[in-house]
């Protein structure tokens, strides 16, 4: 039996779920060698970007990746295909390519899938499958064409000091915790450094003294905590509560880390 390949469809509340079930049902039925894992839960570019950050790393060889979040894909406004690795990924024209920090734009080529392929909305996922069988057949770059000086977001990163980090938020997730820019590795770098450590939240009106490994580590209802999300970034919230409404958080409101002999 030939290998299955696995197909990632990424999407948020504004996508149109019609596209995903039809692709995701021709895949799956037949004699198709296709796995189909979606994920629907992305809340804005940002998040989309650590998601396929992580994906990259940790999905199987030749996996297609599918991040259509705030797609706007038209005859004027085509996908982008890139290629890192062994991973195949396709994504809208509108910045977020940029949100892949883990790898510099200029170490892989950056392709337009040919516009004339995007008729209307609801013919997207013969578009997808027909750029998804070319994958197979190692035809892609046929359909694509090489373009320079894309739009690349970025995202950013926090301020160092010699005892301390000023880190930003870069989003909140569904239940109103902050994902900031600070990444696990960058803590690590510098707590080895010193006996503990402080993570102010507005002028320290709240102080948080622990980075938990799980959320719900000795967590009462409306306590607060710090993790290490799955992202690998730096994540503050308030247990089965919303952090963003109870400290009227905003993106890019600044929190502090102090460290200290």
């Known amino acids: 039996m030939p290998e299955k ?20 049902s021709y895949l799956l039925t037949g004699k198709n060698s296709y796995e ?3 994920y629907d839960n992305v809340c804005c570019m940002k998040e989309a970007g650590l998601l396929i950050n992580k994906l990259i790393a940790d999905l199987p060889e030749g ?6 979040v705030q797609e706007k894909i038209d005859k004027q406004r085509s996908l982008l295909y890139v290629n890192i690795g062994s991973k195949h990924i396709f994504l ?14 200029g170490s892989y080529n950056v392709y337009e899938v040919n516009p004339a392929f995007f008729e209307k909305t609801t013919e997207l996922w013969k578009t997808f499958l027909l750029l998804v069988e070319a994958i197979a057949k ?27 980090f000023s ?3 870069l989003f909140f997730t569904q239940s109103g915790s902050a994902v900031l820019d600070l990444t696990e590795e960058m803590f690590l770098e510098k707590v080895g450094n010193y006996s503990s450590y402080r993570i102010l939240i507005k002028d320290e009106m709240l102080v948080i003294t622990k980075v938990d490994n799980f959320i719900s580590e000795n967590k009462e209802i409306g306590e607060p905590y710090a993790i290490f999300n799955e992202y690998g970034h730096l994540e503050i919230g308030i247990f089965m509560e919303s952090i963003q409404k109870m400290y009227s958080l905003t993106e890019n409101n600044v929190v502090k880390i102090e460290f200290y002999e």
């Open 36 to 38: 189909f894992l979606e």
């Open 92 to 105: 809208p024209d509108n910045g977020s390519i940029g949100y892949i920090y883990a790898y510099e734009t």
């Open 138 to 164: 190692k035809r892609i770059t046929e359909l694509c064409t090489k373009k320079d000086g894309v739009n690349a977001y970025r995202i950013s990163k926090p301020q160092r000091q010699i005892n301390s």
């Open 5 to 24: 390949r696995l197909v990632a469809y990424i999407t948020d509340k504004y996508s149109r779920p019609l596209n995903k079930f039809l692709l995701k």
């Open 63 to 68: 996996s297609i990746l599918f991040p259509l």
């Open 167 to 169: 880190s930003k938020v």
